[in-house]
């Protein structure tokens, strides 16, 4: 059994690491066209279902192989001081082009703010938690991502919040469960895997930091 979960670990990273440059270069082109192509013409809807699709499976396949490289032990935290506003515009800017029709309120501290951490999977982390966000608010809600310092603590606290439909608070302590989607309702009913908050829990950890989620007091 071991040797089975372990080629099958193998063979979802090999598959994982060869889509993502046919998928880099599908984003990256239909990007472009978007540029070239007016909003108006009909073919801009067509070129941005292309860039979208492509973009949820590559996201998919960051997951995975975070997934697997989790597994075998073998993610690397490499930690350098990041600017957290830099993480942050990133992860936005991100998942903006796919979510256009959504504003995202940012908020970070105006001194410049260095943390040690591996830029790449806590921007994965952000983007996870948008992308959740983004699933579970209706239109015209307020989602918003905003970091604060505890001097006291001597830790960053990075806060995602939207205005959804809240969790249950039987299922708060399940939502790191992998394969755990809300109201019970299969994996992919939003066009979710179940993987994105196990992954973001566990690369917090290696970070030797925390995760948690709860509902808003103020809805």
């Keep these: 059994e071991i040797v089975q979960e ?31 192509v007016e909003e108006s013409d009909e073919k801009y809807e067509m070129i941005k279902g292309i860039f979208n699709e492509a973009d949820w499976l590559h996201g998919l396949m960051e997951n995975i192989l975070s997934l697997t490289k989790l597994d075998d032990g073998k993610l690397t935290i490499e930690k350098e001081r990041e600017a957290v506003e830099e993480i942050v515009g990133g992860a936005v800017s991100h998942i903006s082009r796919r979510f256009p029709e959504y504003e995202i309120r940012v908020q970070v501290p105006e001194e410049l703010l260095l943390v040690p951490m591996d830029a790449k999977l806590i921007e994965q982390v952000l983007l996870n938690l948008l992308d959740n966000a983004m699933k579970h608010t209706p239109k015209g809600k307020e989602i918003s991502v905003s970091v604060t310092e505890d001097k006291k603590l001597n830790i960053a606290v990075f806060k995602v919040a939207d205005q959804g439909n809240g969790i249950k608070s039987e299922d708060l302590p399940l939502v790191f469960k992998p394969f755990y989607t809300s109201g019970g309702e299969l994996a992919d009913a939003h066009r979710g895997t179940g993987l994105g908050l196990p992954i973001c829990e566990s690369i917090v950890r290696a970070h030797g930091g925390q995760i948690e989620a709860r509902n808003r007091e103020d809805g």
Excluded: A, F, K, V
């Design 6 to 36: 372990r080629y099958r670990t193998n063979l979802l990273r090999s598959i994982s690491h060869d889509l993502r440059t046919p998928l880099s270069g599908i984003i990256g082109t239909s990007e472009m066209l978007m540029d070239m």
